[in-house]
């Protein structure tokens, strides 16, 4: 910090000449000091309380107020206990001024050598003690801004919490309707017999879902997979199924492809899509199956998602047609409808890209769908209720500390 040429030094002494030789002394050496003299006691006080001088020359033998009562005054008024004094005395009896506050001392006659080493010594104690307080008021204020900052994180904080409980009380109000509209595991029960559910939103609400329909010894059902995940896919989920309803309570399908049209119809309807360059491609891709139970002629029709068939044979797999549910460059083509005839012991597995496409293991990449295949024709010997747990644990297994990127969502159906 650089120092202050314009110190103010109050001087007290009985002593016209020594105050003036004083004076001199101190004038010879920084020209800019503002010197004030005063000639007792008293008048050092008062003096003192109205200019408030960086430092204080007193002499102890003083007229109307001895100096160690002056000295005394002044460290215990509030706004001048602050300011350095040095004693100037004839006597060599100083402590009881250094008892009373006094930082030094300068015995009469004082030469000028000492005079001014010990007021330069004063006067960068000042500077360095204001240096201090500067900081100390620096530091006080970023501390109170910091603590003001604080406080308004902790409201802001709170209001997030607060939204959060919000928003996830909504999500599970949202999740309970959603799985209201699913079908209950009872109905499912009595449509396909033997079967299991492996559904792993990746948020409370998901845009995976399955559905189901069953009319005399037909059964339709499908798994599909709605653009989006969390609450903008659970909408589409949500659309899916009751299209779905619709669709079959009006008329009577003798084909799977005529219901994934007439779905497709419905998806663009109800979202308005042209067609056009930028606008927003929102659909499902779906697999969906028409089984005659007694029969066990299946008609499958796929939107991207296939169909895996696996029995004593190995594996079979019957992809969907390349195009989704929705508006698309492909959206006036027809769906294909694969015709297959079922034995008992077959198992039918429905599925979305989910588990595929999960990252994991020791390089964090995808499962991959050559995996999954491997993964289900090792274990189709075993029941339903097993291979569903096996899918589960080497789901997370795998998953292990990365984020889980999509809804995942396999459906195993065994023909009786």
């Not at 100037?88 to 402590?95: L, P």
């Not at 492996?198 to 409370?204: I, S, Y």
């Not at 047609?321 to 698309?328: A, L």
């Amino acid at each position: 910090m650089a120092g202050n040429k314009h110190h103010k030094i109050l001087i007290a002494d009985d002593s016209e000449l020594d105050l003036m030789y004083a004076e001199q002394v101190l004038k010879d050496n920084n020209p800019d000091y503002q010197i004030i003299k005063v000639r007792d006691g008293m008048e050092l006080c008062q003096k003192a309380i109205d200019i408030r001088p960086d430092l204080i020359l007193a002499d102890l033998e003083m007229p109307r107020m001895h100096g160690i009562d002056a000295i005394h005054f002044l460290k215990d008024n509030f706004s001048t206990r602050q300011i350095p004094i040095i004693v100037i005395t004839v006597s060599e009896n100083f402590q009881a001024a250094l008892d009373a506050g006094a930082m030094d001392f300068i015995l009469k006659p004082f030469k000028k050598l000492h005079l001014t080493l010990r007021v330069k010594g004063a006067l960068k104690m000042v500077e360095s003690y204001r240096a201090i307080e500067q900081q100390k008021l620096e530091i006080e204020k970023r501390n109170h801004q910091i603590k003001k900052q604080h406080e308004s994180v902790l409201r802001q904080k709170n209001i997030i919490a607060e939204k959060n409980n919000e928003i996830h009380a909504d999500l599970k109000y949202a999740k309970r309707i959603q799985d209201a509209i699913l079908p209950d595991d009872q109905y499912i029960k009595q449509a396909l017999c033997q079967y299991f559910i492996l559904n792993l939103p990746k948020n409370v609400v998901s845009g995976d879902f399955y559905w189901i329909e069953k009319n005399r010894d037909r059964v339709v059902f499908a798994v599909a997979d709605a653009t989006g995940h969390g609450v903008s896919g659970a909408l589409m989920h949500m659309m899916g199924i009751i299209f779905l309803n619709q669709i079959v309570k009006h008329k009577q399908y003798h084909h799977p492809s005529e219901i994934l049209e007439e779905l497709r119809q419905y998806v663009i309807s109800s979202l308005h899509q042209t067609g056009e360059i930028g606008e927003a491609q929102d659909g499902m891709d779906i697999a969906l199956c028409m089984i005659d139970m007694k029969e066990r002629k299946l008609k499958f029709s796929g939107a991207n998602n296939p169909l895996y068939i696996i029995n004593n044979r190995g594996l079979r797999e019957i992809r969907g047609d390349r195009m989704p549910v929705g508006i698309n460059i492909n959206y006036d083509k027809p769906f294909t409808n694969h015709d297959v005839q079922l034995a008992p012991g077959d198992t039918l597995y429905l599925f979305t890209d989910g588990y595929a496409d999960q990252f994991g293991g020791d390089k964090g990449k995808k499962f991959r769908y050559k995996y999954f295949k491997e993964l289900l024709l090792s274990n189709h010997g075993i029941s339903l209720k097993k291979q569903k747990e096996v899918l589960k644990h080497t789901f997370f297994k795998w998953k292990g500390e990365y984020e889980q990127i999509d809804d995942v969502l396999v459906m195993g159906i065994k023909i009786t």
